[in-house]
């Protein structure tokens, strides 16, 4: 059984730019969440997806959006990144079958923008 | 709106020593309370849960306790080892809305050898 997924591990973005930020979930996992974790802070929830669908989001701008594929994969897209976009992005997986928020973190994509 | 503090931002002591780091929360209509690991841009590693009618849970040296009416959680190390050196997350899971996790802002602990 592999676990969580993160591509790429970092990345160095202009002001302006997009982004898109890779996961894998744990084999057998059918929901994905993102967090934003900024410099000495804790992780704050982006959205989830849950089966292809958007389950749920934090406070975050559109420009934050987010796809889960058929083999529940997903992708965290940031449009016009700015400077406070500079962050540990964070995915977890998990199934409905689980305790209510037990998640599987992956490393994590470290974004830098300048 | 649910928020979660973690109090001491950061903590060292040397091995050995028992520790005690401290959790909380201003709602208290939670599913349940988590303690998270995290190494230095790392990953999270959930160390325990606590289901919101459970009063504790233990595993090896850790020992995690929750009092829910006043919205506090302690996590307990016992003889601590340079090992344990990580920053620690406490995190909620809300009733309002399930799908999230809600977390604090950690206490970077550091053994000293």
């Known amino acids: 059984e592999t676990g969580v997924t993160q591509s790429p591990t970092h990345l160095i973005k202009t002001r302006g730019q997009q982004v898109t930020l890779r996961c894998s979930s744990q084999?057998?996992?059918?929901?994905v969440s993102w967090y934003q974790q900024a410099l000495g802070q804790g992780p704050q929830f982006i959205f989830q997806?849950?089966?292809?669908?958007?389950?749920g989001r934090g406070n975050f701008p559109p420009r934050f959006s987010g796809l889960q594929f058929p083999n529940y994969s997903s992708e965290l897209n940031v449009n016009a990144l700015e400077l406070d976009d500079s962050a540990l992005y964070l995915c977890?997986?998990?199934?409905?079958?689980?305790?209510?928020?037990?998640?599987?973190f992956g490393p994590g994509t470290r974004l830098l923008v300048l | 709106k649910q928020e979660v503090t973690q109090i001491p931002a950061a903590l060292s002591v040397p091995e050995g020593e028992n520790l005690v780091l401290n959790c909380s929360f201003t709602?208290?209509?939670?599913?349940?309370l988590q303690w998270f690991r995290q190494d230095p841009g790392k990953g999270l590693t959930s160390l325990l849960l606590?289901?919101?009618?459970?009063r504790e849970q233990t595993s090896g040296r850790l020992n995690a306790s929750l009092d829910k009416s006043s919205g506090r959680s302690t996590l307990y190390i016992a003889a601590s080892q340079p090992g344990d050196s990580a920053t620690y997350l406490c995190?909620?899971?809300?009733?309002?809305?399930?799908?999230?996790?809600?977390f604090g802002s950690g206490t970077r602990l550091s053994i000293r050898p």
């Open positions: 084999s057998g996992h059918n929901t």
């Open positions: 997806y849950y089966r292809e669908e958007e389950n």
């Open positions: 977890a997986s998990s199934y409905t079958g689980l305790v209510r928020g037990t998640q599987y």
């Open positions: 995190a909620v899971t809300p009733y309002s809305s399930a799908s999230k996790i809600i």
């Open positions: 606590i289901q919101s009618s459970q």
């Open positions: 709602d208290s209509a939670i599913y349940n």
